[in-house]
């Protein structure tokens, strides 16, 4: 069972070994989640995990290939469209989102304070729309 606290006696050498051909960030995305969090005895999680680790890759190529490539292409019609790197990377970002979000990592105090806050907000601006306060 994952264990939803940081796990201190996990190190770099004990984590499971990874994929062989992950690049430098996959391999980061990797280790980082694996040096916080026990997957040894969950390899679904595991196959997510790597699956974010390869996207993680994927998005550093794309970004790097799309640094010399213009905003917008031409479209079939000759119109200008947005250039199909920026269209993959959404794709891929998004992806990332999904592969992460299904591995049920807690969130950081951050997370849950930014949400408080917009709750908090969305909550006052109801009660001064429902009893017309401002």
């Known amino acids: 069972m994952t264990n939803l606290e940081s796990v201190p006696d996990i190190t770099p050498d004990t984590i499971p ?15 980082r989640i694996n040096t916080t969090f026990d997957f040894a005895d969950e390899p679904g999680k595991l196959a997510i995990l790597e699956q974010a680790a390869r996207t993680v890759d994927q998005i550093e190529a794309l970004e790097e290939a799309k ?19 920026i269209q993959e990377l959404r794709q ?13 990592l807690p969130e950081s105090d951050e997370e849950t304070a930014a949400k408080a806050e917009r709750r908090s907000k969305a909550g006052k601006a109801g009660a001064a729309g429902r009893w017309g306060r401002q």
């Open 67 to 85: 640094k010399d490539a213009p905003l917008t292409a031409k479209g079939s019609m000759g119109q200008a469209v947005i250039h199909p790197f």
């Open 92 to 104: 891929q970002r998004g992806s990332l989102n999904s592969l992460m979000k299904s591995l049920g």
């Open 17 to 31: 070994a990874s994929p062989e051909d992950l690049g430098d960030a996959g391999l980061e995305l990797w280790t």
